[in-house]
């Protein structure tokens, strides 16, 4: 008989013990993105994933991997799909590589405004056919859109740029998308093909003179130690879209699914408060050694009429009501 208790003793004990160690059920989930310290995508993910891990009640460990680690924004896209990493994010821009869901938002004056692009992420006939197609093409669920510095700024080491017969004669980094490189052309910029990690040492060796960037990164990437003059055109904004591995949000219960769209919400209002108020310091920082040139209403039309112009090329990669959507919600 004491044999017997025994061996109950033991199997009750190891039965308990499975029941509240909290590691045998936990899931870990690994998230991916370039974003750096102070920045907006690192505050995101850094917000979203202590919100998980005290909200899951164990049953999730989200565990980051910031600052490029696992790769640029088109790897973590890729990751995504194939399911190598949960949860990441990246520029609107760079999806192309998984699917065209966001093309039109690469084009130029597209969002009035910050607020204006919030309306359109919110929209629910915009957010439906552009989830539809993240899960059918990307293979991912989207979580929601971190801001990421404005609308970048046309910004040169030579002169003021108040219309673009001022770019004449000026070349400038461009990225290898017919998008980016039409409208440098439109603007009568020289556009050079140059990838992101040499683009610093071409304008300080005087291979480019000039960048279509977002204040922010000028910053951060010591642009603004080259840089003399920049012109607020406020053509193109770009966000990082914040996603999960389509398969593994289907295994997730309805109540952790829940528990994701919250911290995602609460992250994203921290994050992109946080985005908006260092737009401001950062233009005032760079002030010491820019000069910020901003268009009068005239010059203006002529910088938007130019941007406007090469949206006909690009009608048949996209969906001709989503855009007059996009267009239309901001009003």
Partial sequence: MKAIRLVVSVVVAGFAALMTTPSL?????RVAHTGNPGQSVYIYWDEFAKRVNEQSGGKLKVQVFPSGQLGGDEQIFRSLKSGTVQLGSGAAANTGVVTDAYFWADLPYVFRSRDGAVKVFNDPEISQSVNQKMRADAGTVVLGYIEVGGFRVFANTKHALKTPDDVKGLKFRALSTPIDLGLLSAWHATPAPLA????????QQGVVEGIHLQPVWIKAAGFGDVL???????????????????????????????????A???????????DRADEAKVVDALKANMQFYTPTPDEFKRWEDAGKAIWPKFQDKIDRKVFERVLSVQN
């Avoid at 992101?196 to 304008?203: Q, R, T």
């Fill in 264 to 274: 995602s919400q609460e992250a994203l209002k921290i994050a992109n408060e946080a």
């Fill in 196 to 203: 992101w990690s040499e683009s610093l040492p071409a304008m």
């Fill in 25 to 29: 059920a936990q899931e870990t989930l």
């Fill in 228 to 262: 003399k003059y920049a012109t607020v055109t406020s053509a193109l904004m770009t966000f990082h879209v914040a996603q999960i591995n389509a398969k593994t949000w289907d295994a997730l219960s309805p109540e952790l699914q829940g528990v994701l769209r919250r």
